[in-house]
């Protein structure tokens, strides 16, 4: 906040015209956006769809602590974030509980090469565009977006996902970074930098320096 500071030169006048049309759009404009792009109707916060498999998050990644990035593979390289082939599931469970019957579907998909028709819980309209890559990789956590998925025994949307939630972060990330290769640890405690405190703004503030952070708010990156 207040940390930059824009001075008119000259040659701003150049852009009167310009400015002028854009104060007559600006009111119109503004409706558009209120009435469409920040209306509540996207949300589904809470939604729990049935899986096909009673897989826990809480028991994978929660209990047997095992990392979001062993599943989901491409969430630093890629805008989507993968969902496991069977072949992850099977590394481990044509040895553990193979007998299970709540493993049957998985069964089924290993013997068929048919994959598991997983439910999918968080769900942008077409005309948004997200890429997890770009998140992770500035050092924004699952968690921000996700809630606390390691203690989840069903995945939930945690976040309403609308534009003006969106927003709000791109305008003011500082509180919601950390160090990249803390990302999929959901609840780590910024070595005891309490929230709020002058120590973990620093901290925050250091990174969104050093890695020179400035999410966008321009339409075009998130309507393409
Ligand atoms: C052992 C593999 C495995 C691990 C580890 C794992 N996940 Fe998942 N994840 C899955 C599977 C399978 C699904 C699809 C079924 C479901 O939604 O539970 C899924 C679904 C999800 C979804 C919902 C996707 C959607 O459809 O919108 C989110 C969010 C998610 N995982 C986040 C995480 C996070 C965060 C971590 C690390 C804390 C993590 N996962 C660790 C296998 C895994
Ligand atoms: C790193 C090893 C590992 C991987 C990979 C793994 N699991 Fe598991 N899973 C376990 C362990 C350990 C248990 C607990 C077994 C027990 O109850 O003793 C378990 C339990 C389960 C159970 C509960 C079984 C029951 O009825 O009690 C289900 C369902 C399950 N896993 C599904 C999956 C799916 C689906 C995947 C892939 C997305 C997966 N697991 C990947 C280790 C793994
Ligand atoms: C800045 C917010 C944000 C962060 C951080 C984030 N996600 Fe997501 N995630 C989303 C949104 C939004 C969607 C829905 C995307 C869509 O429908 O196009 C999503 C969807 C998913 C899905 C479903 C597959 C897909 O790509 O649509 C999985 C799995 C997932 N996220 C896992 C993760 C994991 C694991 C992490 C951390 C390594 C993570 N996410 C970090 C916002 C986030
Ligand atoms: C940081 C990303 C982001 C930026 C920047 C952004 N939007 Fe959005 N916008 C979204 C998301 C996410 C949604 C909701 C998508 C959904 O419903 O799944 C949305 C929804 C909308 C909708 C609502 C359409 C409907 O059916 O409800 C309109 C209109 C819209 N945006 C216009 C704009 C305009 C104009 C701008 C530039 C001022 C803009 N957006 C900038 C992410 C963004
Ligand atoms: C918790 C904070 C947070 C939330 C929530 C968030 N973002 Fe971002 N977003 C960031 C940060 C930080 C960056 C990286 C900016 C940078 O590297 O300068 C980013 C970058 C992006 C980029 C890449 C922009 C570019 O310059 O290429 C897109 C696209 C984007 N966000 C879309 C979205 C959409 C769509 C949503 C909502 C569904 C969303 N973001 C929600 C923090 C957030």
New binding site residues.
């Given amino acids: 906040m207040g940390r930059y500071h824009f001075v008119f030169p000259q040659w701003s006048n150049l852009l009167l015209p310009g400015a002028v049309v854009f104060a007559l759009i600006a009111p119109v404009y503004v409706v558009f956006v209120v009435a469409y792009g920040f209306s509540p109707k996207t949300t589904a916060v809470g939604y729990e769809p049935v899986q096909p498999i009673p897989f826990s998050h809480e028991l994978h990644a929660g209990q047997l602590g095992m990392d979001c990035r062993y599943c989901h593979t491409t969430v630093e390289d890629a805008a989507f974030a993968a969902v496991p082939p069977t072949q992850t599931c099977m590394g481990c469970h044509t040895q553990i509980v193979p007998e299970r019957s709540s493993l049957d579907p998985l069964w089924e998909s290993y013997e068929t090469g048919v994959p598991v028709e997983w439910m999918k819980v968080h769900n942008?309209a077409d005309f948004?565009?997200?890429?997890h890559s770009?998140?992770v990789n500035?050092g924004?956590s699952c968690v921000?977006?996700h809630g606390r998925v390691d203690r989840m025994e069903v995945v939930y949307q945690q976040e309403t996902?609308s534009m003006s939630?969106?927003l709000e972060?791109?305008r003011n990330?500082t509180p919601?970074?950390r160090e990249p290769s803390r990302v999929t640890d959901l609840g780590w405690d910024f070595e005891g930098r309490a929230p709020g405190s002058p120590e973990r703004r620093d901290y925050q503030e250091y990174l969104q320096d050093l890695n020179?952070?400035?999410?966008?708010q321009d339409c075009s990156?998130?309507h393409r």
Avoid: G, N
């Avoid at 948004?128 to 890429?131: A, N």
């Avoid at 020179?212 to 966008?216: A, F, L, M």
């Fill in positions: 942008l948004s565009y997200f890429d770009a998140h500035a924004v921000e977006c996902l939630w969106c972060c791109h990330p919601r970074l020179r952070i400035q999410p966008t990156a998130c």
